[in-house]
């Protein structure tokens, strides 16, 4: 099979195509061939290793030392299941499949395995393997942390960061909520932050929201405090009493299998719909992480499996 591989830590230029062995799924796996994949900003952290002197340390000791020990990165895939392992139960050959894994890696390449019981489940039949791709990772993160904060309706939630893979996924699920939504981000994305259920939008090159009057029930960083920091040093004096600011940064998150069925269940009522900035072949792969490591996307960068 075809692979893209991170020989080293390092520029996007690390990575290569490689031709490796398809691999055969155990008793509790399924194997998936996967059609299309996405960089996200955690692919590019871990491909260069772009994390603070302390946690690149402890990033070593998890994922390898000179390079990752799993070296097909890609944390999320859309595609079908093409074999399955004896004691597998929940699925079958030919489901058609989307999912995450952000720690066993491997979607970068035409097949994968993974265990059944994973962050994986039926893609939505109205959704293409390219757009069920662009679903889980800011969808599962989006969850987990507006869960965490507690969001019910008739809060007003401020996401700093809306128009990232992230961002664009909290918006529309706190929106589902029933919260009342203001969108940080640059000012050319804002018709795509309001179009997607933001009352109002905030072009922070622009405007300091920190200094608008006003006062937010929570505020959800949606970028990540080695990017938002600056931005987001006066963040309390916009809460509201009792208020939280909550940091996709804040520890790490507990993704829940249910959640990816929910996000499959909103994305085929129309309810959350994919956001997708460019799509690369798998050859391209280098020029994709390129382009992720500029800090500019807008929701997701989709990589097409051949």
């Not at 804040?250 to 993704?255: A, F």
């Amino acid at each position: 099979m075809i692979a893209a591989v991170c020989t080293r830590y390092g520029p996007p230029e690390v990575l290569r195509l490689v031709e490796l062995e398809t691999p055969v799924p155990r008793k509790n796996e399924v194997r998936i061939r996967i059609g299309a994949t996405a960089v996200t900003s955690s692919d590019n952290y871990v491909r260069g290793l772009l994390l603070t002197p302390a946690y690149r340390m402890m990033a070593r000791l998890a994922l390898g030392w000179i390079a990752p020990r799993r070296p097909v990165l890609g944390m999320v895939l859309s595609g079908v299941v093409d074999s399955v392992g004896a004691r597998v139960r929940l699925f079958k050959e030919g489901d058609r499949v989307f999912g995450f894994s952000p720690y066993r890696f491997g979607a970068y390449a035409q097949y994968v395995c993974w265990p059944e019981d994973g962050l994986l489940a039926v893609r939505p039949v109205n959704l293409g393997d390219e757009e069920a791709a662009a679903l889980p990772y800011g969808g599962l993160l989006a969850f987990h942390f507006l869960r965490k904060a507690g969001v019910p309706a008739g809060r007003r939630v401020l996401v700093f960061g809306a128009s990232g893979a992230v961002g664009t996924s909290a918006v529309q699920i706190a929106r589902h909520l029933g919260a009342e939504v203001t969108g940080v981000c640059g000012g050319a994305n804002a018709d795509l932050v309001a179009s997607l259920g933001a009352e109002r939008v905030v072009d922070y090159r622009v405007e300091d929201f920190t200094k608008r009057a006003e006062r937010y029930d929570l505020i959800f960083d949606a970028v990540g405090r080695r990017k938002s920091a600056a931005a987001l040093r006066n963040c309390r004096r916009a809460l509201a009493p009792g208020g939280a600011c909550v940091s996709v940064d804040d520890g790490r998150p507990k993704l829940r299998r249910e959640d990816l069925v929910s996000l499959g269940e909103l994305a085929a009522a129309g309810r959350i719909k994919p956001v997708i900035d460019r799509t690369y072949a798998l050859s391209d792969i280098v020029e994709a992480h390129r382009y992720v490591e500029g800090g500019h996307k807008r929701g997701n960068v989709i990589v097409r499996v051949p």
